[in-house]
């Protein structure tokens, strides 16, 4: 699993490393260090998902736990549902 520091993860997803650290300090995404923080694949994902919610649908500040917290379920429903899945 490839890890970024803070830039790194600012650059290759184009959300400002300040968009970032305040997803951070709103616990939208936890990093895998948080004193020099260093973001995996989920957390880069997150990111993307957030930024997405915020610039091009619109999503406030209120409202992003929410459904970040929906789509959590959701993802978590999904995996327990691949459980049962014949393949």
């Known amino acids: 699993m490839e890890k970024r520091q803070l830039s790194e993860a600012s650059e290759y997803c184009g959300v400002p490393m300040e968009m970032i650290m305040r997803f951070i300090e709103e616990e939208w995404i936890t990093p895998i260090n948080c004193e020099e923080p260093i973001l995996d694949e989920e957390d880069v994902a997150r990111i993307r998902l957030i930024w997405e ?24 429903m999904h995996l327990e549902l691949e459980k049962f899945r014949i393949h």
């Open 53 to 76: 919610l915020h610039e091009d649908f619109g999503v406030n500040d209120e409202s992003m736990p929410i459904i970040l917290h929906l789509i959590d379920q959701l993802n978590r």
